[in-house]
């Protein structure tokens, strides 16, 4: 599997929650020169061979006689090449539909031979849990006795703002399967059209495009049996609005014995210092301006999260081991008919954090380990992922010593996260 990039003018605008930001490359152009990447993110389970995708946002699908046009970010690109996270989505999907309804799809698969995926579970080492490498084994086809019984139909709804394929995985598992996706980007949708017509699905009866309005309400008809949700953004942050799209979801959408996927996530964070952080965030002083009275005035509008970082490659001092700040379950009981908000949608903790080196506190980065299932899991600090991490700035420095104890109060709320220091 493979798919060709072009070396264009590449430009992404990431909206965070309280920034934009606007990333370009160089502007290089070169005509009949490519490379190809590997996409073996579901062994083959969705074929994008067709699919030309350029890291410049233009991405064409051929067939005879014909070129369509879609444009996408690049950051949909390096989503479908991500391997880890499209094993684990597609085989937490696949062993959910078993879950729902057994008999929607076999146990056994078209294809004899298996292959096998090493994953790699990132745990900070510092919390005491150790990384392992378990190889795991899953088949390479698809059921061969597709039943169309109308009791086995399963719905699933994908709530992704991201060019998911999730619903296609789950529409190939059962060709019964009825998929309503609330993708709102018309390239995006284009896109998922011609992936879903070049692996056999079809449009007509398998995948609608749908408003998230018109299925997020208190008086939607449909109830689904699998909602699908993208829960943190490429750069490393929550998706805005998406643990109040899970509440009304879970609610109002959701059957019985319904199941969101992923169906969890923990969110670490640790203190750190770090310069390169402070110096792209506000302007340091006066002296940087060559005496031009600049970052009073322009530190008035200075961002408190940093998003697409990559902590790997980041010069910073760690000042703190990793601590945990919260776990969100999104497959509890649901209790919210008494009227209470749910509990993942605001939540206040304070963590007490011993400071491991003299330094300054000038950040918090934080990141995601998600539960696509019990078995199936993802964590956006692995650098094997597409995701990026973000940092939570303070607004202040703070001199720190080994030894200390400081009180890192951690705020969930409206789908943002920030924090306070108490020393």
Request: charged share 20%.
């Amino acid at each position: 599997m493979c798919c060709k990039i072009s070396h264009n003018a590449s430009h992404s605008h990431v909206k965070g929650h309280d920034m934009d930001v606007k990333k370009s490359t160089n502007n290089i152009s070169r005509e009949n020169e490519s490379e190809n990447v590997s996409l073996s993110g579901a062994d083959g389970f969705i074929d994008l061979d067709k699919m030309d995708l350029s890291s410049s946002g233009q991405s064409c699908t051929k067939s005879e006689g014909t070129t369509n046009v879609v444009f996408l970010e690049e950051h949909d690109v390096a989503l479908l090449n991500d391997s880890k996270t499209q094993f684990a989505l597609l085989n937490a999907i696949k062993s959910t539909m078993m879950r729902l309804k057994p008999s929607s799809i076999q146990a056994s698969m078209n294809k004899d031979e298996t292959e096998s995926y090493e994953r790699k579970d990132f745990v900070p080492d510092q919390l005491n849990k150790t990384s392992e490498r378990t190889a795991v084994t899953i088949s390479s086809g698809i059921s061969t006795d597709q039943l169309n019984n109308p009791s086995n139909k399963l719905s699933v709804l994908d709530l992704s703002q991201v060019l998911s394929v999730a619903g296609l995985y789950a529409a190939k598992l059962n060709d019964t399967t009825n998929v309503c996706i609330t993708q709102p980007n018309r390239n995006v949708q284009h896109a998922l059209q011609c992936i879903a017509k070049n692996n056999g699905l079809d449009i007509e009866s398998n995948l609608k495009f749908v408003s998230k309005s018109d299925v997020l309400h208190p008086n939607a008809d449909a109830l689904w049996d699998l909602v699908i949700v993208d829960v943190v953004e490429p750069t490393g942050v929550l998706r805005q609005q998406v643990l109040e799209d899970i509440a009304v979801a879970r609610t109002f959408c959701l059957k019985s014995s319904g199941i969101v996927l992923p169906g969890e996530i923990t969110i670490f964070g640790m203190c750190v210092e770090s310069s390169n952080l402070l110096s792209d965030t506000r302007v340091l002083g006066d002296d940087r301006t060559m005496g031009l009275n600049i970052a009073k005035y322009i530190n008035v509008f200075k961002v408190s999260t940093q998003l697409d970082l990559t902590l790997s490659t980041l010069a910073y001092k760690q000042v703190s081991l990793p601590f945990l700040m919260f776990h969100l379950n999104f497959n509890q009981p649901c209790q919210e008919a008494d009227g209470t908000i749910p509990s993942h949608l605001n939540q206040s903790k304070s963590i007490s954090v011993e400071i491991t080196q003299d330094g300054r506190l000038v950040a918090i980065p934080y990141w995601f380990d998600i539960g696509m299932d019990k078995d199936h899991r993802v964590n956006t600090m692995d650098k094997e992922t597409h995701w990026k991490q973000a940092a939570f700035l303070l607004e202040e420095p703070i001199e720190v010593k080994k030894g200390q104890k400081v009180v890192v109060i951690a705020t969930l709320k409206g789908s943002s996260i920030w924090f306070d220091i108490k020393r």
